[in-house]
Nanobody, 124 residues
């Protein structure tokens, strides 16, 4: 069982930046691809970004491409999401998730473990 704990959310003005962190309890963290998802009130959870096990491959939703950067530090069991040029539509609860499978997926149901989420609010 992998436990994931997100941090770094908060309130920021449009155009600002935040960096989210997600730390895993599992020492085999490097065996998991990691993803970030978000959920706005009244909306379904949506894919934001994914990073491969070693960090060499990254994938982004079109809505965040060029503004967000996913990275990981396997020595620290941590994945990050650097969010720049934030927009009000980026508001939501952000979740990190771990995927044991190497097949790239943007479907939340394909991920095996989830954190509790961290709130990001972008004011206009």
């Amino acid at each position: 069982q992998v436990q994931l704990v997100e941090s770094g959310g908060g309130l920021v003005q449009a155009g600002g930046s935040l960096r989210l962190s997600c730390t895993a309890s599992e020492r085999t963290f490097s065996m998991y691809a990691m993803g970030w998802f978000r959920q706005a009130p009244g909306k379904e959870r949506e894919f934001v970004a994914r990073i491969s096990r070693a960090g060499g491959n990254t994938y982004y939703a079109d809505s965040v491409k060029g503004r967000f950067t996913i990275s990981r530090d396997n020595a620290k069991n941590t994945v990050y999401l650097q969010m720049n040029s934030l927009k009000p539509e980026d508001t939501g609860v952000y979740y990190c998730a771990a995927d044991r499978d190497v097949v790239v997926t943007r479907t939340s149901g394909e991920y095996d473990y989830w954190g509790q989420g961290t709130q990001v609010t972008v004011s206009s």
